[in-house]
């Protein structure tokens, strides 16, 4: 009973720390494994916001009407695919990033960190 039980604790603790070993591949053309690798072990907290920041982050819609925008250049993109901050080579920064979308009536954005941060996230594993 006892060679049972400590090869069921040695599979449990074999999982725990494959899981852990995950990180979220859309991450990786900004940052190496290494690097996720270090941050969820150091800063889980920025790990996690960076992760929710690529579901959360870009939104695409009409340009408004009414607003007077300042943009912030121009993207030539597909506004009917999915887009994130990473792929579209863009930081996270203090302000809202507005851009036109070339040959459209559409606009993207990017949310600034404090928006992102007063969100409540869910963490999800790709």
Do not use: C, W
């Not at 494959?18 to 591949?25: F, G, L, P, R």
């Not at 690097?35 to 889980?44: A, C, G, V």
């Not at 996270?92 to 507005?98: A, K, N």
């Amino acid at each position: 009973m006892l060679r049972i039980t400590l090869i069921f604790l040695a599979l449990i603790s074999f999982k725990l720390t494959t899981y852990s070993q995950e990180i979220d591949k859309r991450l990786l053309p900004k940052f190496s494994e290494k690097e996720l690798f270090e941050m969820q072990k150091n800063d889980p907290k920025e790990y996690t916001f960076l992760v929710n920041a690529l579901d959360k982050a870009v939104f695409i819609g009409e340009i408004p009407d009414k607003k007077d925008i300042k943009f912030d250049g121009v993207l030539k993109i597909n506004p009917n695919e999915v887009h994130t901050f990473i792929s579209l080579g863009k930081e996270i920064t203090d302000s809202y990033q507005y851009y036109k979308i070339k040959g459209t009536t559409k606009m993207l954005g990017i949310l600034p960190r404090f928006a992102l941060d007063n969100h409540k996230f869910t963490t999800r594993n790709k």
